[in-house]
Each structure stands twice: as C-alpha cells, then as structure tokens.
C-alpha cells in the first residue's frame, strides 16, 4: 500500500526555522509531481510549492516566496519543504501531495491524488 508520511513539524518562534519532509513507502516517486500544501483552522487548504518529478522546475505561493524551498531526493524518495523566517500566519497542518497521473495544475489541490496525514506548524510569536 503507497503512503506518504510527513515529519518535521513543531513549535517555533517567529523568525525560525523547520524543515518539513515527506517519505514515501510503497512506490517510488521519482516520476511524479509533488506538492506541499497547509491548511489553518477554519481556512482552506491552500497550495505552499510544487516540484516537478525531475526537480528542475519549482513553484510557490506569494506568501511563502523567498522564504520556503522545495527540494526532492529521488533516490531517497523524499520530498523537503525548507522554511525559514516563519511567521504566526504561517501556522497550519502541513501536507505531503503526489500527482500521480501527468499534466495537472500544480496549485490545485484536485490535482493530487495522494496524501499525507499532515504535521503541525505551530509558530509563536
């Protein structure tokens, strides 16, 4: 059975830094897309970065742009999420994506097809 599991997430003040980091067990991902997407309390989930299967190409919300790198280790088969000068704003559950079939709109969570459980950010002020 594929999963993908998120790790990384805690508590943190404003100004710091967390490296968030999905594994996969069960495929490979190295042909796919993936995501990182959040989602705060009462909010919906919104899309954070997208990094194509061959990790050539990146994509970010403006809200996290030149604070948060994407990065992928194909023969890890993992996938990071870099975040520095965390913010309040940025607390939410973080989530791992895959799109599994090619061509999807990389910010749209309809385009993933699996998930994570999540992990909590939880930045303080």
């Known amino acids: 059975q594929v999963q993908l599991v998120e790790s990384g997430g805690g508590l943190v003040q404003a100004g710091g830094s967390l490296r968030l980091s999905c594994a996969a067990s069960g495929r490979t991902l190295s042909s796919y897309d993936m995501g990182w997407f959040r989602q705060a309390p009462g909010k919906e989930r919104e899309f954070v970065a997208a990094i194509r299967w061959s990790g050539t190409n990146t994509y970010y919300a403006d809200s996290v742009k030149g604070r948060f790198t994407i990065s992928r280790d194909n023969a890890e088969n993992t996938v990071a999420l870099h975040m520095n000068s965390l913010n309040p704003e940025d607390t939410a559950v973080y989530y791992c994506?895959?799109?599994?079939?090619?061509?999807?709109?990389?910010?749209?969570?309809?385009?993933?097809?699996?998930w994570g459980p999540g992990t909590q950010v939880t930045v303080s002020s």
């Open positions: 994506a895959a799109q599994l079939l090619a061509g999807g709109i990389y910010y749209a969570k309809e385009s993933y097809h699996l």
